[in-house]
Every structure is written in structure tokens, then in C-alpha cells.
């Protein structure tokens, strides 16, 4: 069971107040308030599913499980996710529940807590599913879910930002983290199923256990990442966008790779990472160098640029959500993105300005880096420029991390 966060003042909710099982319209931000009915549920409902243990998975698992699918595997796994999601919601709304009662009150923070109670109930509520039409019901309930919680993070940071003089800013950025650790997990669970389904209900796609078909790409997970190709990708994404909103020839990125490695991983995931590192860089003049490498285990990124460095105030709070320099001012510009999936495409298609400072690239970063038990870090020479190093597992046997 995950851990709470410490209890400093009183808990929000302490009520055994029961609501309707119909769950309530999504209501305007100004509406919600820690006290408003539709917020409380009975707790012991809630307990039977926050006492229990998640049940972590690994890419490798994702990939074995998903390429010699089955109707009958099919289903299996999506009763696994099913059974999985309402307790790791729970673990969440215990943690809301743990935070001071005037973190609560905050509109922001509000909306999301009822947004995890509303899944919470309807996922809790649905029923063995037993064959393909009840399975494709359930990914259409999985679509919507995942579409509604796309306001979880501009919410939730903008429910930080105005709260970081209510709890210490180490408290904040664990609560933060784990959050997004959390819904980065129930979102991959959610997009296997659905892309599993899909691929299934294509008669045109056969996954590749026999040799034919796409033995790639298993839903989400791609089985032949490659490391030289995806630094590419992103290089000439950062430096197209650096021509067209700023108007500027960009930097070249010079790939010194070590080794051509392909490795299993979940594409959105690594080229969030590279993106946002890449981006930082972008705006130096001396070429950037990227430098690839791998060990038995692990597949090593450095980015390195010239680019004056980062100032000592600054960079002690590069990883924080909550530092009143890095998310105070920044967070704001959250009023202008109503939904984020924080993927690079939201960029590439231009749906968030990449000029708008949202002050949660290389945080948001870091969690998606140890989401699979991997690592980063940088260094930097204040006036003269800055390494970024990024560790992945190339083995895909790394648990998820939802601490």
C-alpha cells in the first residue's frame, strides 16, 4: 500500500456521507469547494480498495502479455485493469485526503479530488466483464475517463502554485509527483487496453507472434525504440519550432552515438523527456551535442550545450513543482492550457504555445524518467552551459515506481 502524506491540520473529509450512484456534471471551476455534497463518499467504500496493494507491471510483462494475445487474454486484462484502477484511484484520494484542510478548500485541488471520486465510483461499479462486446463497452468508458482527466494537470499545478504557503514546497513536489506518477500509470494501463482492443477489432492486424504481422508496436509499447532515431525526431522538432515561433535559424544538434541501440519502451514517454531537454538547449548558439551510449542494463543520454548555463537561485529548484521561483509565476500561464497530456505532439501541433513557460518540462520530465525506474540529472557551469543526463532501462523489467 502506498504511503500517505503527513497530516498537518485537519483532514478534509471525515464525513460517511453517501451521494447518488449517478455521478454529477463537471461543474465550472469557481463551483468547487471541499465541502460541496458531491464530494463525500462513504469512506469505508473507499478503504476496501485504498488497504489494498497495487499490482505493479513491467514493459516486459505489457509486451509478452500483449503479443500472443488472445479473445480470452484479451478480456483477462481487461479485468486486470478493471479490478486495478479503482485501487490505484483510492491510494490517491487517501493522499488528497491527507493534506491540510485549507489545501482543500482550494478550487483547484477540489476539482481534481472529485474528478478521482467520480472514476473511482464508476469504475468500482462495472461488473466482470465476461466477453468482447462488454470489453469494447469498457474501453469506451476508459476513452471518456481519459479524456475528461486531461485537466488534471493544468488543475493541479495551478492548485499547487496557490497553495505553496500552506505546506512546505519538499512536501508539495512529493505529493505532486506521486500524483503524476499515478496518472501516468493509470493511463498506460487504460491505453494498452484500448490499443490492444482496436488492434484486435482491425481484421486487417495480426500482432507478430508467429513471425507475421506488426511484432513492433504491442499496443503502446514499442519493441524496437531506437536510440539514434528518436534523438533525431526530436532535434528536428525542437529546431523546426525554434524557425517557425521564434524565427530563428537554430543550433545544429550533433548526434555522437556510441551504439545504434533499440530497446522496449513507450515512445511518447522518451521523446517527452528528450524534447523537453532539447528544447532548454535550443535557444544556445554552438551546435548541441548529444552523446548516446549504452551498458548491459541501461541506455545513456547526454545532452550538452553552450548556452550560459543556469544561475545557482534557479537551479536548486529545477525539479520542483512547488518552489515559489520555479512554479509561482509560471503556473499561471496553466489559465491558458485548460487540458495537458504532456506528450511532444501538444507541441508539434501547436495545441500549447512551446513559448509558453509553464514551468513543469523538466519536473514533469523526471517523473516520466523514474515512471520505469530510470534516472536524470544535470550539471551546469553558471555563465557557461549546462549537460543533461538521462538513464533508461533497456531491459524493460523495471517495476513501475508510484512512490
Given at each position: 500500500?502506498?504511503?500517505?502524506?503527513?497530516?498537518?491540520?485537519?483532514?478534509?473529509?471525515?464525513?460517511?456521507?453517501?451521494?447518488?450512484?449517478?455521478?454529477?456534471?463537471?461543474?465550472?471551476?469557481?463551483?468547487?469547494?471541499?465541502?460541496?455534497?458531491?464530494?463525500?463518499?462513504?469512506?469505508?467504500v473507499l478503504e476496501k480498495y485504498a488497504y489494498q496493494s497495487v499490482?505493479?507491471?513491467?514493459?516486459?510483462?505489457?509486451?509478452v502479455f500483449g503479443r500472443n494475445i488472445t479473445k480470452d487474454r484479451l478480456i483477462k486484462s481487461a479485468n486486470y485493469v478493471r479490478s486495478e484502477l479503482p485501487i490505484r484511484l483510492a491510494h490517491r484520494i487517501r493522499d488528497f485526503q491527507s493534506l491540510p484542510f485549507i489545501i482543500g478548500t482550494n478550487p483547484h485541488i477540489a476539482m481534481v479530488y472529485e474528478l478521482y471520486w467520480l472514476a473511482f465510483e464508476k469504475l468500482r461499479k462495472i461488473p466482470l466483464i465476461k466477453d468482447m462486446d462488454e470489453n469494447d463497452e469498457f474501453c469506451n468508458t476508459l476513452k471518456g475517463l481519459l479524456k475528461e482527466h486531461l485537466v488534471v494537470i493544468p488543475q493541479l499545478s495551478m492548485g499547487i502554485s496557490e497553495c505553496s504557503n500552506h505546506l512546505p514546497p519538499d512536501q508539495l513536489d512529493k505529493f505532486?509527483?506521486?500524483?503524476?506518477?499515478?496518472?501516468?500509470?493509470?493511463?498506460?494501463?487504460?491505453?494498452?487496453?484500448?490499443?490492444?482492443?482496436?488492434n484486435w477489432n482491425d481484421h486487417g492486424y495480426i500482432y507478430g507472434a508467429d513471425g507475421i504481422g506488426d511484432n513492433i508496436n504491442i499496443g503502446i509499447v514499442s519493441t524496437q525504440c531506437n536510440s539514434n532515431d528518436i534523438v533525431e525526431k526530436c532535434a528536428h522538432m525542437t529546431r523546426n519550432l525554434c524557425r517557425v515561433i521564434y524565427k530563428v535559424e537554430p543550433p545544429e544538434v550533433i548526434v555522437n552515438n556510441q551504439v545504434d541501440t533499440t530497446?522496449?519502451?513507450?515512445?511518447?514517454?522518451?521523446?517527452?523527456i528528450l524534447y523537453e531537454l532539447l528544447h532548454n538547449s535550443i535557444r544556445s548558439y554552438p551546435p548541441i551535442l548529444v552523446t548516446i551510449c549504452s551498458s548491459p542494463t541501461d541506455i545513456y543520454f547526454r545532452i550538452s550545450d553552450q548556452g550560459g548555463g543556469i544561475s545557482d537561485d534557479i537551479y536548486s529548484n529545477i525539479w520542483s513543482f512547488a518552489s515559489s521561483t520555479s512554479s509561482n509565476k509560471k503556473f499561471k500561464n496553466f489559465i491558458q492550457v485548460p487540458q495537458m497530456a504532456a506528450t511532444v505532439q501538444e507541441y508539434e501541433q501547436l495545441i500549447i504555445s512551446p513559448t509558453l513557460n509553464l514551468g513543469i518540462g523538466l519536473p514533469m520530465s523526471k517523473v516520466y524518467v523514474e515512471y520505469w525506474g530510470g534516472g536524470i540529472n544535470l550539471f551546469t557551469m553558471d555563465g557557461y552551459?549546462?549537460?543533461?543526463?538521462?538513464?533508461?532501462?533497456?531491459?524493460?523489467?523495471?517495476?513501475?515506481?508510484?512512490?
Open positions: 500500500m502506498t504511503k500517505s502524506f503527513p497530516q498537518i491540520g485537519c483532514k478534509w473529509f471525515l464525513t460517511t456521507t453517501t451521494t447518488s450512484s449517478s455521478s454529477p456534471p463537471i461543474k465550472s471551476i469557481g463551483q468547487y469547494r471541499a465541502y460541496s455534497p458531491q464530494h463525500f463518499y462513504n469512506n469505508r499490482n505493479t507491471v513491467t514493459l516486459r510483462q505489457l509486451i505532486m509527483s506521486i500524483m503524476l506518477r499515478s496518472r501516468i500509470s493509470r493511463r498506460v494501463l487504460a491505453e494498452q487496453q484500448i490499443t490492444l482492443t482496436e530497446f522496449a519502451y513507450i515512445p511518447d514517454h522518451i521523446e517527452y552551459g549546462t549537460d543533461a543526463y538521462v538513464k533508461i532501462s533497456r531491459l524493460g523489467n523495471k517495476e513501475e515506481n508510484l512512490e
